[in-house]
């Protein structure tokens, strides 16, 4: 939304050093105010990245080009057309990249400041302090949708039609990214956060998936029983759920810390809190031979298959793939054929 440039360059006061930047400085433009019509595009990437590395802003040039290239309708600044670069801003447009690079300063994550980001081939939009999908979480949805037990009529009674449950939706990135890949594919996606259920409606709908997700505000460590219940059997369950040690934590980058929503980050003191009770509920839920798909820490692969099986009979831990980068990520689990219950509240 654009703001009144004079206030807004008020509330910028702060900001002194950009104003007399190499940029600015040939296009004649007396500091600190910015008429309209009187800086490229380019030069306004140029004021902000400058000003990103001088205050710490992580990736100050990456930050920049996304900002302007969505103010001018592009995914990336590479796609737009050169000649876009060197045109003047318009004043409304100059208005928008001041604002929109002053919440990149405070460290707000790119993927809210421009409230959308692209996971495969969707386009969700984004917004504090729903997780960001991150690309770990792409190799996932690619590792399931390669999976031959995943293709319709696999496994043992199959049916034509799969449901695939989603513990910590988030954006939805995950179920609708399967969604759409595979139109016999049903899902259900459930989240502890309000924001998160919002979210992934608002990001179904918009892609015209909603027909074929359902969506609860559910969180599996206080009522899995409730889980069980409104979403059994399914032929999969995926989930990237928070795995990070408690001690990481306070590691995290700002952009982190600050904005996206902690419950979605700690595991707990091992990073297997929500891990082991999505693992204890899954038997319950599972068709015989359905699988779990997990994005874990590369340390958890081994805690993960130890307890296991020491815990869960019913389920068989099939395999451990890495990522791109040839960490650990990622665990796949099967259930037995089994008719046995299991107690949803062991840890």
């Given at each position: 939304m654009?703001?009144?440039?004079?206030?807004?360059?008020?509330?910028?006061?702060?900001?002194?050093?950009?104003?007399?930047?190499?940029?600015?400085?040939?296009?004649?433009?007396?500091?600190?105010?910015?008429?309209?019509?009187?800086?490229?595009?380019?030069?306004?990437?140029?004021?902000?990245?400058?000003?990103?590395?001088?205050?710490?802003?992580?990736?100050?040039?990456?930050?920049?080009?996304?900002?302007?290239?969505?103010?001018?309708?592009?995914?990336?600044?590479?796609?737009?057309?050169?000649?876009?670069?060197?045109?003047?801003?318009?004043?409304?447009?100059?208005?928008?990249?001041?604002?929109?690079?002053?919440?990149?300063?405070?460290?707000?994550?790119?993927?809210?400041?421009?409230?959308?980001?692209?996971?495969?081939?969707?386009?969700?939009?984004?917004?504090?302090?729903?997780?960001?999908?991150?690309?770990?979480?792409?190799?996932?949805?690619?590792?399931?949708?390669?999976?031959?037990?995943?293709?319709?009529?696999?496994?043992?009674?199959?049916?034509?039609?799969?449901?695939?449950?989603?513990?910590?939706?988030?954006?939805?990135?995950?179920?609708?990214?399967?969604?759409?890949?595979?139109?016999?594919?049903?899902?259900?996606a459930v989240d502890q956060s309000q924001d998160a259920v919002d979210l992934t409606r608002e990001n179904a709908l918009r892609l015209g998936l909603q027909d074929r997700l359902q969506v609860y505000h559910i969180d599996v460590l206080k009522d899995a029983e409730t889980v069980a219940s409104l979403c059994s059997p399914v032929s999969a369950l995926v989930s990237n759920p928070p795995y990070l040690f408690s001690e990481d934590m306070s590691s995290l980058e700002p952009e982190i810390l600050r904005f996206e929503d902690h419950a979605a980050l700690d595991g707990g003191k091992d990073g297997l809190k929500v891990i082991k009770k999505i693992l204890t509920v899954a038997p319950q839920i599972l068709t015989n031979h359905g699988r779990v798909y997990l994005e874990v820490d590369p340390r958890h692969p081994p805690l993960i298959r130890r307890w296991v099986e020491a815990n869960v009979e019913e389920m068989h831990y099939v395999e451990t793939r890495h990522d791109i980068t040839g960490r650990p990520r990622f665990c796949v689990l099967q259930k037995k054929m089994s008719n046995k219950g299991h107690k949803l509240d062991q840890d």
């Open positions: 654009a703001v009144n440039l004079w206030s807004f360059r008020d509330s910028l006061k702060c900001f002194q050093g950009i104003w007399g930047c190499h940029g600015v400085r040939r296009c004649s433009v007396p500091a600190p105010a910015l008429p309209a019509g009187r800086i490229t595009a380019r030069q306004a990437v140029d004021v902000w990245k400058r000003h990103f590395e001088e205050t710490g802003v992580t990736e100050p040039d990456s930050s920049s080009h996304y900002i302007i290239a969505h103010l001018l309708g592009a995914k990336t600044i590479e796609s737009l057309e050169q000649g876009k670069l060197t045109e003047f801003l318009s004043r409304e447009k100059t208005e928008q990249m001041w604002q929109l690079c002053t919440r990149r300063l405070s460290r707000m994550p790119v993927q809210y400041v421009i409230e959308e980001w692209d996971f495969r081939d969707l386009t969700l939009k984004m917004r504090p302090p729903v997780f960001i999908p991150r690309p770990e979480t792409e190799e996932l949805v690619e590792l399931m949708l390669t999976d031959p037990e995943m293709k319709p009529g696999a496994g043992v009674g199959a049916d034509a039609q799969r449901t695939c449950l989603e513990v910590g939706c988030g954006s939805g990135a995950i179920s609708l990214s399967l969604l759409n890949s595979m139109p016999q594919l049903k899902a259900i």
